[in-house]
């Protein structure tokens, strides 16, 4: 028997290495986190956020997704800069606490699976990945499974504390991107079926007559004593809302500003408008309009090759629990079953082909991972006090194929070859260079130039007429990701969509830096002489049109760039 001092020991030692897997998930995701150069859709969400620290602007745009980033990286653009790596700087954080939440689920998993648990959220590819990218995926991620984690913390404890964190994590998981109703639905359909497999299969439902009035009359005791907490969640969850959602903006009536002398319109802005663009952008429009079965064969080859060994974990995790000689946990089941329906779901909602999908099926499935880790470590132990050398053997070979699956695409994909159009973590419209140098080289130009210190060449790279998005006169999207370097860098940028135009500007302002498509780059180098020519590729696929050329007249560039 385990003495109480025993118990206790065991679980500091748990927290203690809980804990460690923390920080060593934090140094993974922090270290070379400026290195990748920005993704069109990092430098898209960039741009708006510099925007809006720069203007105080701001409103809800369901394209770019929930307002959590905007907020929080306005301050820290502020504090530390704008760059690819303070960018990328609250996804990494959160990424890193991804492991202490197996802390709170410690009470329905053994020390072997909580450990296991928050080593896995720290080590998977995928989640690595993700957590070095500025997207909101990997946050919706990371505030749902601390929500839940919170919540099963508050049935086990029966502690007010861990409801109002639970919905303080839901919350802000509202803030970050639109499908955080699917998580919901999950949830639903897992408790569901929880609920026919308690009830209908292994209890049976046995009503007697007799109980129901001390059933309610203990029903009606426990919501008295909870309804202040109830009532305190849901203002805890609409001040998060508003505070994110409301528009930053001079209208006196729905801006953020106005919230104490018009609360009832601010708060309707931020809560029922909010719903009204969300739904006009994502429900009633054509965003998922296209077939099926490539989208989820797209989504299961990220699975498996950013986290095959660890699925299979998760099956055996699930089938050793449920059929096992005890109880089967609810808490594997609900995991199991909210990942399953995922890998099936989110192909149908997603509007492009994109990795970062399958972060939303990895998470939860990591429980039953963790089950299945705690299987093959309790079997190979019995194994060895037994000398049962071909048993120890099997469990040694699935812990090497599970290591080395998770080690190789961890080092290779993560760092080594994060911008590769081989590599099946990378989503297609991420440059498939490193435009590093060249984009030191031009704030090195930008700053000490005067006049314009970048021209943009060709039909593809300049509009027709000026939009609203820095540099007006470019043709925004085909830019991507430069405007954000641009921008963060305060470069003078004009256009010349053709021939005639483009001699005149370069007789005009002698730009340092002209960008066009490779298609042109003859023409250019014909009329820039002495420029270095520097060619990249800025989308993984659909090279032809984004062969991208960069001239630089490196005779301006300051002695000490430190290139």
């Known amino acids: 028997m385990v003495s109480t001092d025993g118990i206790a020991g065991r679980g500091r030692r748990v927290t203690l290495a809980v804990v460690a897997i923390a920080l060593f998930a934090l140094v993974a995701r922090i270290a070379f986190l400026g290195d990748r150069i920005a993704h069109w859709d990092e430098a898209r969400v960039a741009y708006w956020i510099l925007n809006y620290a720069d203007t105080g602007t701001f409103e809800y745009r369901p394209i770019i997704h929930g307002p959590f980033l905007q907020q929080v990286n306005r301050f820290v653009f502020e504090l530390f800069g704008a760059n690819d790596f303070t960018m990328r700087l609250v996804v990494a954080l959160l990424g890193a606490a991804l492991p202490l939440a197996a802390l709170l689920f410690r009470k329905r998993l053994s020390w072997v699976e909580t450990v296991a648990f928050a080593l896995f959220l720290a080590v998977n590819p995928v989640l690595l990945y993700y957590s070095r990218f500025m997207r909101s995926d990997l946050p919706l991620a990371a505030f749902m499974l601390f929500a839940l984690g919170f919540f099963v913390r508050a049935l086990d404890t029966h502690g ?7 919905v303080l994590a839901l919350a802000l998981a509202f803030t970050t991107k639109e499908n955080v109703l699917i998580y919901l639905v999950t949830w639903l359909g897992a408790l569901v079926l929880l609920a026919d497999h308690r009830l209908l299969i292994e209890r049976g439902l046995q009503f007697d007559p007799r109980a129901a009035p001390d059933r309610i009359g203990h029903l009606g005791t426990a919501l008295r004593a909870w309804m202040p907490h109830f009532l305190l969640v849901i203002v805890e969850f609409l001040v998060i809302v508003v505070y994110f959602y409301a528009p930053r903006t001079d209208d006196a009536t729905t801006g953020f500003d106005a919230l104490l002398a018009n609360p009832a319109a601010v708060v309707g802005e931020a809560t029922l408008g909010s719903w009204n663009a969300f739904f006009a952008q994502w429900v009633s429009g054509d965003s998922q309009n296209h ?36 109880h089967p946990r609810d808490l594997v089941a609900f995991a199991f079953y909210w990942g399953f329906v995922s890998v099936f779901g989110y192909p149908i909602i997603t509007d492009i082909m994109a990795p970062w999908a399958t972060v939303h099926a990895i998470v939860p499935l990591m429980i039953p991972a963790a089950v299945g880790a705690g299987v093959l470590y309790e079997r190979g132990k019995t194994a060895l006090a037994r000398d049962d050398r071909p048993a120890v053997a099997a469990a040694f070979v699935i812990a090497l194929l599970v290591v080395g699956q998770v080690g190789y695409i961890g080092v290779q994909n993560v760092y080594l070859d994060d911008q590769s159009e081989e590599n099946a973590l990378v989503q297609y419209a991420q440059p498939a260079d490193d435009l590093r140098p060249t984009i030191r080289d031009m704030a090195a130009l930008s700053a000490t130039n005067r006049g314009t210190d970048v021209l943009l060449y060709g039909d593809y790279l300049v509009a027709d007429t000026n939009g609203s998005r820095e540099p007006a006169c470019s043709a925004w999207f085909n830019v991507l990701p430069l405007p954000w370097y641009m921008d963060a860098y305060d470069m003078n940028v004009s256009c010349a969509g053709e021939p005639s135009a483009f001699e005149r500007r370069v007789n005009e302002s002698n730009p340092p830096v002209v960008i066009g498509l490779s298609t042109d780059s003859e ?9 270095d020519e520097r060619a990249y590729v800025l989308r993984t696929q659909d090279t032809a049109k984004t062969n991208t050329t960069f001239f630089v007249d490196e005779s301006r560039l300051p002695v000490n760039r430190g290139r």
Do not use: C, W
Not at 160 to 166: I, M
Not at 302 to 324: H, K
Not at 523 to 531: E, K, S, T
């Open 160 to 166: 007010p504390r861990y409801v109002h964190a639970g």
């Open 291 to 326: 077939a099926y079965l490539p989208y989820l064969g797209d989504f299961v080859e990220t699975l498996v090759v950013g986290s095959g060994a660890l699925v299979v974990l998760a099956f055996i995790g699930f089938l050793a629990d449920r059929y096992s000689e005890k």
């Open 523 to 531: 023409f250019l180098a014909a009329n820039l002489d002495g420029y």
